[in-house]
């Protein structure tokens, strides 16, 4: 079998860690502090929504979203993605990772602030508005997914390649942090400035006029992160992996690496590389027997474990207010105000994540590399099984120990998180060939985004009360159940974790 001498690419393997890396893992990582920002923000300001347009001040409790409006606030931006992620994982590797990174930055950033101008004086054109926004802002995110990941793999040296795109997936957690913590100050800041009444005291006092601008500035704040990042994204070069790999231009990797590493890469370009990259048949498309034969599997093996876990992660997260409810951690929605119910949520959410999404992120970026991407991702879908079950069978027990309750669900984020959540992301970006890497991982992603649309539309019905749900909505199987239902879907993970190699040693670099 015919090899090119690729001596840039076997630089870049050896390279020791330097500061460029880590720039590469903030600049793609800014890209993920955004995405899980601008996602999971619609969750703390929902039942905001509920009051602002469609309470009727004769009832008892406060208006909520109907079941329509609230499956299109909360899944359009996952359609969105998950055509984004297709679409863009396909243009990065005929158009090249670079060519089409900032054009995602730049739909976020209009998409975002879009969203928070969401016009109109009735609240079908606000929220028809808001979730046009929302389709595309999500259009922007799916991008970000196969680029970052693709980008920061093929920039990382051999050695830490994992760390470094789970370091960049770990944003995400940070995203999610400072959605609460926006959501905390603005809420406080409108609290103190406007005292409003809990609604069974004064129903139209407790809905003041100015409420209206909180969810509007929390879903805004999202734009800045991006905007804030572009400069950076269209700094930075082609990766040389694609430039040599697909471009077939070893001098322009060369010289494009030789620019952002300490390394004199002109020097090692008649090294050899183990690369078949001039074997015609290697040159195997996507839909043809042969990749099939070598990546079927493995490709079947990262969509359908991706898919399983966003069904529980994205489940659990965006209906972890109801839960939260369901176990009287926060009051009834009649007992608070609107602006004191958004406080309310994003604390506990805040809480949440603080305790189990943020340590299971950079658990994974520490030990990623040494206990390898496979046996962490069967650990965590193990685990999250484990804790699922171990929340559903004593339900009724966690509704009278509040603090064991948030421990334990705290928990079940901490394994997704220093699990499948993170090595879904990575694993995709390391062992498919580098001509069809941001292609396959868009692939992935994209089966991971429907999970999440069955999570955000069929368990927003499923965790509804058997005998008392909410408006709007028919009888669901009740919380418990549906908690069963998410272990089992852990479980499957653990099966399909079988088909997915192990990406530690060695990856296809061609």
């Known amino acids: 079998m015919a090899r090119e001498k690729v001596g840039v690419l076997t630089a870049l393997d050896d390279a020791k860690t330097q500061l460029y890396h880590f720039t590469a893992i903030v600049v793609a990582g800014m890209g993920f502090f955004t995405d899980a920002y601008d996602i999971f923000c619609i969750s703390l300001v929902t039942k905001l929504l509920g009051r602002i347009y469609y309470t009727d001040t004769t009832k008892s409790s406060p208006g909520t979203l109907p079941p329509n409006v609230a499956d299109a606030v909360n899944g359009v931006a996952f359609v969105g993605t998950l055509t984004g992620q297709l679409f863009f994982g396909w243009l990065g590797d005929k158009l090249g990772r670079k060519k089409v990174y900032g054009l995602t930055l730049l739909l976020m950033v209009a998409c975002a602030i879009g969203s928070g101008l969401s016009f109109g004086h009735t609240p079908a054109s606000v ?8 389709f595309w802002l999500g259009f922007g995110i799916g991008g970000d997914y196969p680029l970052s990941a693709t980008i920061m793999s093929e920039y990382a040296n051999k050695k830490t390649r994992g760390a470094f795109i789970a370091a960049v997936f770990a944003m995400q957690g940070f995203g999610n942090l400072s959605g609460g913590i926006v959501a905390l100050i603005v809420s406080a800041a409108f609290r103190n400035k406007y005292h409003s009444p809990p609604y069974y005291v004064n129903p139209q006092e407790s809905l003041p006029r100015q409420a209206d601008y909180i969810w509007r500035i929390i879903v805004m704040v999202g734009a800045f992160p991006a905007a804030l990042t572009y400069y950076w994204r269209m700094k930075m070069p082609e990766t040389a992996r694609y430039t040599a790999l697909v471009a077939k231009n070893t001098k322009q990797a060369a010289q494009d690496m030789a620019k952002v590493l300490h390394v004199d890469l002109a020097e090692e370009e008649n090294k050899p590389y183990d690369s078949p990259t001039r074997d015609t048949a290697n040159s195997f498309g996507l839909f043809s027997k042969e990749f099939a034969k070598r990546h079927g599997l493995h490709l079947v093996g990262t969509c359908v474990c991706w898919f399983l876990l966003d069904i529980a992660f994205y489940s659990q997260n965006l209906f972890q207010k ?8 926060l009051p009834p929605a009649n007992q608070m105000s609107a602006i004191e119910e958004v406080f309310t949520v994003a604390r506990a959410q ?3 994540v603080i305790c189990g999404l943020i340590p299971g992120y950079w658990f994974t970026v520490a030990f990623i590399d040494y206990l390898g991407r496979f046996t962490i991702q069967l650990m965590g879908f193990f685990f999250m099984t484990v804790f699922m079950l171990a929340l559903a069978i004593p339900y009724h027990h966690w509704t009278q120990n509040h603090i064991g309750f948030v421990v334990m669900y705290s928990l079940t984020f901490f394994f997704a998180n220093f699990g499948p959540n993170s090595t879904t992301f990575i694993v995709p970006a390391e062992i498919f060939p580098a001509r069809l890497r941001s292609t396959c991982h868009g692939i992935s992603a994209a089966s991971g985004k429907a999970g999440a649309i069955v999570g ?9 009360s058997k005998t008392n749900p909410d408006a709007g909505y028919r009888p669901g199987i009740g919380v418990r159940n549906t908690l069963f239902v998410l272990a089992c879907i852990n479980f499957l993970g653990i099966l399909f974790t079988l088909l997915v190699p192990e990406s530690k040693e060695d990856r296809s670099r061609n």
């Open 456 to 464: 955000a539309f069929g368990f927003l019905y499923a965790a509804q």
């Open 322 to 329: 109801d839960i939260f409810t369901a176990v009287g951690w």
């Open 350 to 352: 805040t809480i949440i």
């Open 127 to 134: 929220i028809s508005t808001l979730c046009f926004f929302r």
